[in-house]
């Protein structure tokens, strides 16, 4: 069988070039030589020491130009970096750079903002005054929720602390019949439980109860509210509070001072009125609402202490309010007579004016000799022959025409 004509292989090199002859040992023993005596001429070549930075003098531009630094600079068998003085003493010479003496810091620096301290624009702020209410812009932190905790966790923790303050639910007080007992004994050692012969009993608060802790002064009740035993003195329960509203509603502190007439001073003295603290309704960064029971209220003020009698307190109520009308009214005469007096002031000035300031109504502006004259143009009539407008002064009657284009 014929063998089929194929295509001849491709030359491997160019034409007039011969290929590479292979390295022989001895060659390569030769660069190998060469090569290990560049090295080692290399690490002889003596290594120029730069001097030893002076302190407060600058460095020499050659000891920081890196064309001058050989690339074998860097020798790990040496010295640790760390070890080498980096730093010497600097020479005593007269051009040595040295610190000043005594230098003080405010005869060179005006503002020194290392000692400022950020006053609020001169507004006082939580950081002087951390436990006044009235600058509490937000929710307070101990009502906030804490991180970490869930809601539901939050709403037990919340209504725990409602309890404990109010003295209800596992917080209320334990109740004794022998508590009781000891309660009225140290009653009757007050004088509080007055025999038949001395009379008809009043009480403390002179409604004929006797207020024994621990025991509702209306009905006897054991069941009261702890909170206002603590506060206020009196055992009441939460029934006896809705039946007699007369005795046992709550006052705020302008009612008991516009109604009862009693003063800031009285109303601050927690030994003669005491008061119970709450939240205030109509902002809560303001301060709390002062309330307090109309009981005490009326029993301090119809006391000889104060005004002796309702009759006496209505009777000073009276008379305070003839005070008040009759200032009222004098305040209103002082600025008739002013007005008066302006009146005749301005009469006097248009009789003055002669004819002309004889015409002026009251209210109207009164012209003399030396004022000067504003005219005072009225609604631009357009007159129908010369086909251009035409205004007329109020006061003295002066017309001109304007042409419109």
Same mark, same amino acid.
């Given at each position: 069988?014929?063998?089929?004509?194929?295509?001849?292989?491709?030359?491997?090199?160019?034409?007039?070039?011969?290929?590479?002859?292979?390295?022989?040992?001895?060659?390569?023993?030769?660069?190998?030589?060469?090569?290990?005596?560049?090295?080692?001429?290399?690490?002889?070549?003596?290594?120029?020491?730069?001097?030893?930075?002076?302190?407060?003098?600058?460095? +020499?531009?050659?000891?920081?130009?890196?064309?001058?630094?050989? &690339?074998?600079?860097?020798?790990?068998?040496?010295?640790?970096? +760390?070890?080498?003085?980096?730093?010497?003493?600097?020479?005593?010479?007269?051009?040595?750079?040295?610190?000043?003496?005594?230098?003080?810091?405010?005869?060179?620096?005006?503002?020194?903002?290392?000692?400022?301290? #950020?006053?609020?624009?001169?507004?006082?702020?939580?950081? #002087?005054?951390?436990?006044?209410?009235? =600058?509490?812009?937000?929710?307070?932190?101990?009502?906030?929720?804490?991180?970490?905790?869930?809601?539901?966790?939050?709403?037990?923790?919340?209504?725990?602390?409602?309890?404990?303050?109010?003295?209800?639910? =596992? /917080?209320?007080?334990?109740?004794?019949? %022998?508590?009781?007992?000891?309660?009225?004994?140290?009653?009757?050692?007050?004088?509080?439980?007055?025999?038949?012969?001395?009379?008809?009993?009043?009480?403390?608060?002179?409604?004929?109860?006797? #207020?024994?802790? @621990?025991?509702?002064?209306? !009905?006897?009740?054991?069941?009261?509210?702890?909170?206002?035993?603590?506060?206020? @003195?009196?055992?009441? !329960?939460? +029934?006896?509070?809705?039946?007699?509203? #007369?005795?046992?509603?709550?006052?705020?502190?302008?009612?008991?001072?516009?109604? /009862? %007439?009693?003063?800031?001073?009285?109303?601050?003295?927690?030994?003669?009125?005491?008061?119970?603290?709450?939240?205030?309704?109509?902002? &809560?960064?303001?301060?709390?609402? &002062?309330?307090?029971?109309?009981?005490?209220?009326?029993?301090?003020?119809?006391?000889?202490?104060?005004?002796?009698?309702?009759?006496?307190?209505?009777?000073? /109520?009276?008379?305070?309010?003839?005070?008040?009308?009759?200032?009222?009214?004098?305040?209103?005469?002082?600025? %008739?007579?002013?007005?008066?007096?302006?009146?005749?002031?301005?009469?006097?000035?248009?009789?003055?004016?002669?004819?002309?300031?004889?015409?002026?109504?009251?209210?109207?502006?009164?012209?003399?000799?030396?004022?000067?004259?504003?005219?005072?143009?009225?609604?631009?009539?357009?007159?129908?022959?010369?086909?251009?407008?035409?205004?007329?002064?109020?006061? !003295?009657?002066?017309?001109?025409?304007?042409?419109?284009?």
């Amino acid at each position: 069988m014929s063998h089929s004509p194929s295509t001849p292989p491709r030359r491997t090199t160019r034409s007039g070039m011969l290929p590479p002859n292979p390295l022989t040992p001895e060659r390569v023993r030769r660069m190998e030589e060469a090569r290990l005596k560049a090295k080692a001429a290399a690490q002889n070549i003596p290594k120029p020491t730069p001097p030893p930075p002076i302190a407060g003098q600058k460095r +020499a531009y050659s000891a920081l130009n890196p064309t001058t630094v050989p &690339q074998n600079q860097r020798n790990a068998l040496g010295a640790s970096p +760390a070890k080498i003085p980096t730093m010497v003493a600097p020479k005593d010479d007269a051009n040595t750079i040295r610190p000043a003496k005594n230098f003080g810091r405010s005869e060179y620096i005006e503002y020194d903002f290392s000692k400022m301290t #950020d006053t609020k624009g001169g507004f006082l702020s939580t950081v #002087d005054d951390p436990h006044n209410r009235a =600058m509490w812009s937000e929710i307070r932190k101990e009502d906030q929720k804490p991180e970490g905790m869930s809601m539901a966790e939050w709403e037990r923790e919340r209504l725990r602390r409602k309890l404990r303050e109010n003295r209800a639910g =596992m /917080y209320e007080p334990g109740i004794s019949v %022998l508590n009781v007992d000891r309660e009225v004994e140290l009653a009757e050692k007050e004088g509080q439980g007055g025999g038949e012969g001395e009379g008809e009993f009043k009480g403390k608060w002179g409604d004929g109860k006797r #207020d024994i802790k @621990g025991k509702c002064r209306e !009905c006897g009740s054991l069941e009261i509210d702890w909170k206002w035993q603590d506060v206020f @003195g009196i055992g009441v !329960c939460g +029934a006896c509070k809705e039946k007699v509203p #007369d005795k046992y509603s709550l006052l705020t502190k302008t009612e008991a001072r516009e109604d /009862y %007439l009693l003063t800031d001073p009285e109303l601050k003295d927690e030994d003669i009125l005491p008061h119970l603290e709450r939240p205030n309704p109509h902002k &809560q960064n303001w301060n709390n609402m &002062q309330l307090f029971l109309r009981l005490q209220v009326e029993a301090f003020a119809f006391s000889p202490k104060k005004w002796g009698s309702p009759e006496a307190l209505d009777e000073e /109520y009276t008379k305070r309010q003839a005070i008040s009308k009759e200032r009222k009214e004098k305040k209103f005469k002082n600025k %008739l007579e002013q007005l008066k007096k302006k009146t005749r002031v301005e009469a006097y000035k248009r009789a003055r004016a002669g004819g002309d300031g004889a015409e002026v109504a009251f209210g109207e502006r009164i012209r003399g000799y030396g004022d000067k004259h504003e005219h005072e143009w009225g609604r631009a009539v357009l007159d129908p022959e010369s086909g251009m407008t035409r205004k007329r002064c109020e006061e !003295c009657g002066m017309e001109v025409e304007e042409l419109e284009f």
